[in-house]
């Protein structure tokens, strides 16, 4: 339609012919729906919106999770080094020694899996976008930068928040209790 300031009142028009056809005579118990463009366009982008909301929400759990399994992982590895934890503090080594090494530590483990994350997901990308190729769809493969480099930091931030309390549980071990656990 070329000139949509004319499309309500065409939308209009076809619900006057459609109740004619279907016999009713009151608006309020039509039994079909008209729906112009905009409309259509309206619905569809509250359906988008509401999917937007719902990955978002599954990211922002799955990112949690992953916290607290990167927090459990630390604690097994303090755990782990309590030995090791008291014989550095035995010879010198500080609370924040002791504290920044196991952040440094969880700062590592989640780049890594950042990182792998990264890669799968820039594969895996790569494959569709083939699939798609393969079947004539106009899809280009595209790894923004800006997407790499919030990936990272966005899982470097979930290690440094989820390793503090376990770097802090390490850091305030007893040298002379750590050194007799074995």
Do not use: C
Not at 90 to 110: M, P, W
Not at 112 to 138: C, E, R
């Amino acid at each position: 339609m070329k000139d949509q300031t004319i499309a309500e009142a065409t939308a209009e028009d076809m619900r006057f012919i459609i109740r004619k056809n279907h016999g009713i005579t009151d608006p309020a118990k039509d039994d079909f729906e008209v729906m112009t463009q905009a409309e259509g366009l309206e619905t569809l982008d509250t359906i988008l919106n509401a999917i937007k909301f719902l990955l978002i929400a599954i990211g922002a759990i799955s990112l949690v999770v992953g916290g607290v399994g990167i927090m459990n992982i630390m604690y097994v590895i303090v755990t782990e080094r309590t030995a090791e934890i008291g014989l550095k503090k035995a010879l010198g080594a500080t609370q924040k020694d002791i504290r920044d090494e196991f952040l440094i530590e969880a700062l590592l483990v989640t780049l890594i899996g950042g990182i792998l994350g990264i890669l799968v997901g820039t594969m895996m990308s790569f494959i569709v976008a083939q699939i798609a190729k393969a079947f004539n769809f106009d899809w280009k493969f595209v790894v923004p930068l800006s997407g790499i480099i919030i990936g990272v930091g966005v899982s470097g931030t979930i290690g440094m928040i989820f390793g503090v309390f376990p770097a802090r549980k390490a850091s305030r071990l007893d040298p002379i209790q750590a050194l007799g656990h074995e």
